[in-house]
């Protein structure tokens, strides 16, 4: 999480949790996923002990705890009056904040906007096609989701009743926008990328992560429960297979490398964006 305290301790996009220590204690290898989150959180203000994996290298990190708030997105403005919204995940305040830094945009004359979404690694899909619906024209498909017993086109009149719209389709469609991916876009962010791409939107980056698939989670009568994947994304007028393909740019620039600093010394990704932008 940018800005946060493991971001500020040097952690960065990629790493690899291999070990975990509380306080002074030596770190020891974390069993999964769900070990490495109950073991790195704690009380706020107590330190923790991160081994990581960064390539062929073992780097160690103390990070003190810290409450975090999580802002869904995030904006400034470039030099060229052109608008850029970091997004960092589909969660229920995501539209919301995301559609007043855009409407704050345009009555500011900032009609050209970066959305970047590298490393969004997806959320709430019925965010995502919150979002998508005020950039599709009437009578678009956003996506569809395909199932063993048929499949539900998610079209602007589908999309429009399933998030409960008060307005007609293309809110920001007089907008000028250029969208960012990576490796690590995935899920609701290939969702709207797919989508964005497929209506002519140029994209910007590398190919996405590839998970065009959906789970649905049933109750077992032991109390736990048991998720399978019961459905497929395709996206846009085109429905465009995602799953393990990703979504490709139009526009391929190879991901920064990030540095020792607090920010990445160069963006080739952002640059590309804003050019785009400028003509």
């Not at 989150?37 to 103390?62: A, C, D, Q, S, Y």
């Not at 559609?99 to 709430?124: E, P, T």
């Not at 250029?178 to 980056?205: H, Q, R």
Request: glycine fraction near 12%.
């Amino acid at each position: 999480l940018e800005g946060g305290p493991a971001y500020r301790a040097g952690v960065r996009p990629g790493d690899v949790i291999l070990e975990v220590g509380e306080g002074d204690t030596k770190p020891t290898p974390v069993k999964d996923i769900s070990d490495a989150v109950r073991r790195i959180r704690g009380k706020v203000g107590t330190k923790v002990k991160i081994i990581m994996g960064r390539g062929e290298n073992r780097l160690t990190f103390e990070i003190v705890r810290e409450e975090i708030t999580v802002r869904a997105v995030e904006k400034k403005i470039f030099p060229g009056n052109i608008g850029y919204i970091k997004v960092k995940g589909f969660s229920e305040i995501m539209p919301e904040q995301f559609k007043a830094a855009m409407a704050d945009f345009r009555a500011n004359g900032v009609n050209k906007v970066v959305l970047d979404f590298r490393y969004n690694s997806g959320g709430l899909m019925t965010e995502a096609l919150e979002i998508l619906y005020d950039f599709a024209k009437s009578g678009d498909t956003l996506m569809v989701m395909r199932q063993r017993t048929g499949e539900i086109v998610f079209d602007t009149a589908y999309v429009g009743s399933y998030i409960g719209a008060q307005s007609p389709p293309g809110t920001f469609r007089d907008m000028k926008v250029v969208v960012l991916i990576n490796k690590g876009s995935a899920s609701a962010t290939e969702i709207f990328a797919g989508a964005m791409k497929d209506w002519g939107y140029p994209i910007v980056g590398s190919r996405s992560f590839g998970k065009g698939v959906g789970q649905t989670v049933f109750p077992l009568s032991d109390g736990s429960t048991l998720k399978i994947t019961t459905f497929e994304f395709l996206v846009g007028n085109s429905r465009t297979k995602m799953h393990e393909g990703g979504v490709l740019p139009t526009h391929s620039v190879a991901d920064p490398e990030p540095s020792s600093a607090e920010v990445l010394r160069e963006d080739k990704q952002l640059e590309k964006a804003i050019e785009i932008l400028s003509k």
